[in-house]
């Protein structure tokens, strides 16, 4: 409803549905986690990943409800800190997602970026041969806490205080959850705070080091890299290409002649023309928000909060083409191309995962079981299969397993929908020879990314 034509009213009542649906789902999901943990229930993975992606994808996901309030986010990693670890990184996700989620709960509400910082900063604190022990803290520049309310904050069902909750909504589960994974983990979490001058929340827990080997991260230790952005997203850049990048506040500001640059960082609001001026030929990387309009810009461009990932991409696109100013990265908002198959019992649903890719300019076919499924695809060539999980008769896995063995479908992207967010789970379609996953309910933005990995642009009109 929210992608059709809707007159004013329309719009803010179906956006109050929709983030009503969504915070109850968090609620669900939030009283789910802890009934298991009360049972018992909870397991923990083990296997080895990057914390840097981690925090990234969590910042990711924040970042539209961090820039509705004018918030900045970013982090830092301590060289110390290994690149790749071992342990639950699902769970340790969650951890990070709460506190970050909290920080941004209890902070901003200004004009972007005049909301302030919620940073996260990650430090080895200790190490064996096996083990790191390693300290996340966020920090936000929101209401605080005094003494009393610090007591209460990581009890179940007990949010800072009432009027908070009525302010700031939730259960206060999110914390006590936190809490107990923490623990399960071996770890602490804490907080300081003093009312008005915002939170620091931190845990501590020990996480393998990897069983594997992995590739160091690239080395650009050589680059002379300007940057001109915002403290936050500033010191974010910083943190992952190295402490020799240069910060500065303004255009004026005397450093950005003192030498040659292989390359500046720069925010999309720059006076960018009198900055190429002083830059002479320097390549410029433009840093925007993902709903800032860069409008008819040349430069490479990386949205915030950035991701190593990105910039690693945008050095190498720089390093290939030299000096010469390089073709935009085209608007990542355009439709997709491609015939795609949707296997799904439910209704609903199906209607949503029709519209959903239907709105995303492919076409689809829709079939309510795995059987039908197999029929389908025997007859038509599909670019991709949306494959629900649970459904009766042949379900999504087993689907799936014979679509593996058939020629025709033995490439095909077949990406699971699943109600499922337990443990081993993505593990289970990947298993059953799916090739990505994606959980319901399913937002257009997730879906539009997603889809986007496996299928080409739309052709232009
Ligand atoms: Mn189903």
């Given at each position: 409803?929210?992608?059709?034509?809707?007159?004013?009213?329309?719009?803010?009542?179906?956006?109050?549905?929709?983030?009503?649906?969504?915070?109850?789902?968090?609620?669900?999901?939030?009283?789910?986690?802890?009934?298991?943990?009360?049972?018992?229930?909870?397991?923990?993975?083990?296997?080895?990943?990057?914390?840097?992606?981690?925090?990234?994808?969590?910042?990711?996901?924040?970042?539209?409800?961090?820039?509705?309030?004018?918030?900045?986010?970013?982090?830092?990693?301590?060289?110390?800190?290994?690149?790749?670890?071992?342990?639950?990184?699902?769970?340790?996700?969650?951890?990070?997602?709460?506190?970050?989620?909290?920080?941004?709960?209890?902070?901003?509400?200004?004009?972007?970026?005049?909301?302030?910082?919620?940073?996260?900063?990650?430090?080895?604190?200790?190490?064996?041969?096996?083990?790191?022990?390693?300290?996340?803290?966020?920090?936000?520049?929101?209401?605080?806490?005094?003494?009393?309310?610090?007591?209460?904050?990581?009890?179940?069902?007990?949010?800072?205080?009432?009027?908070?909750?009525?302010?700031?909504?939730?259960?206060?589960?999110?914390?006590?959850?936190?809490?107990?994974?923490?623990?399960?983990?071996?770890?602490?979490?804490?907080?300081?705070?003093?009312?008005?001058?915002?939170?620091?929340?931190?845990?501590?827990?020990?996480?393998?080091?990897?069983?594997?080997?992995?590739?160091?991260?690239?080395?650009?230790?050589?680059?002379?890299?300007?940057?001109?952005?915002?403290?936050?997203?500033?010191?974010?850049?910083?943190?992952?290409?190295?402490?020799?990048?240069?910060?500065?506040?303004?255009?004026?500001?005397?450093?950005?002649?003192?030498?040659?640059?292989?390359?500046?960082?720069?925010?999309?609001?720059?006076?960018?023309?009198?900055?190429?001026?002083?830059?002479?030929?320097?390549?410029?990387?433009?840093?925007?928000?993902?709903?800032?309009?860069?409008?008819?810009?040349?430069?490479?461009?990386?949205?915030?909060?950035?991701?190593?990932?990105?910039?690693?991409?945008?050095?190498?696109?720089?390093?290939?083409?030299?000096?010469?100013?390089?073709?935009?990265?085209?608007?990542?908002?355009?439709?997709?191309?491609?015939?795609?198959?949707?296997?799904?019992?439910?209704?609903?649903?199906?209607?949503?995962?029709?519209?959903?890719?239907?709105?995303?300019?492919?076409?689809?076919d829709?079939?309510?079981?795995?059987?039908?499924?197999l029929a389908a695809a025997r007859i038509k060539n599909y670019?991709?299969?949306?494959?629900?999980?649970?459904?009766?008769?042949?379900?999504?896995?087993?689907?799936?397993?014979?679509?593996?063995?058939?020629?025709a479908?033995?490439?095909?992207?077949?990406?699971?929908?699943?109600?499922?967010?337990?443990?081993?789970?993505?593990?289970?379609?990947?298993?059953?020879?799916?090739?990505?996953?994606?959980?319901?309910?399913?937002?257009?933005?997730?879906?539009?990314?997603?889809?986007?990995?496996?299928?080409?642009?739309?052709?232009?009109?």
């Open positions: 409803m929210l992608a059709t034509r809707l007159d004013r009213e329309q719009l803010e009542l179906a956006q109050t549905v929709h983030r009503s649906a969504a915070s109850l789902l968090d609620l669900l999901n939030d009283i789910l986690d802890f009934s298991k943990m009360n049972a018992g229930k909870l397991e923990f993975a083990n296997s080895d990943f990057r914390l840097r992606e981690v925090i990234e994808d969590v910042l990711d996901i924040l970042s539209s409800r961090a820039l509705e309030k004018g918030l900045d986010i970013g982090y830092t990693i301590h060289p110390a800190v290994p690149e790749w670890l071992s342990g639950d990184q699902g769970r340790l996700r969650q951890v990070i997602m709460n506190l970050v989620g909290n920080a941004i709960k209890f902070s901003g509400s200004a004009p972007w970026p005049n909301g302030g910082d919620v940073r996260v900063r990650v430090e080895r604190v200790g190490y064996t041969e096996t083990e790191s022990t390693i300290a996340v803290s966020v920090t936000d520049q929101g209401v605080g806490l005094d003494e009393s309310v610090r007591q209460l904050l990581f009890q179940p069902f007990t949010q800072a205080d009432s009027s908070n909750a009525r302010r700031f909504g939730g259960t206060g589960l999110g914390l006590a959850i936190s809490r107990q994974l923490v623990e399960a983990m071996s770890g602490e979490i804490g907080v300081n705070s003093e009312p008005g001058k915002g939170a620091r929340f931190w845990f501590r827990i020990q996480l393998g080091n990897p069983a594997g080997t992995h590739p160091p991260p690239p080395g650009l230790s050589s680059w002379e890299i300007l940057i001109l952005d915002t403290p936050c997203s500033a010191e974010t850049i910083r943190g992952i290409l190295g402490p020799k990048c240069v910060m500065v506040q303004s255009v004026d500001d005397p450093e950005i002649e003192s030498r040659s640059w292989d390359v500046a960082f720069v925010h999309a609001q720059a006076d960018l023309a009198e900055l190429r001026k002083r830059l002479r030929g320097t390549p410029i990387v433009l840093v925007f928000n993902k709903n800032e309009s860069i409008g008819e810009s040349t430069e490479i461009a990386v949205t915030r909060p950035v991701r190593a990932g990105r910039l690693v991409e945008a050095l190498a696109r720089i390093q290939a083409v030299g000096a010469a100013p390089a073709p935009a990265s085209p608007p990542r908002t355009g439709g997709l191309a491609g015939h795609v198959l949707i296997a799904e019992d439910n209704p609903v649903n199906q209607m949503l995962a029709v519209k959903l890719v239907t709105n995303l300019g492919l076409t689809a829709v079939v309510s079981d795995g059987n039908a499924a670019d991709l299969i949306l494959m629900d999980c649970q459904m009766p008769g042949l379900d999504g896995y087993e689907c799936t397993r014979v679509l593996r063995e058939k020629p479908t033995i490439g095909t992207p077949i990406v699971a929908m699943t109600a499922n967010a337990m443990k081993g789970d993505r593990d289970r379609c990947l298993a059953a020879g799916m090739t990505d996953y994606i959980s319901k309910p399913v937002s257009s933005e997730r879906l539009r990314e997603l889809l986007a990995r496996y299928l080409p642009a739309a052709e232009p009109l």
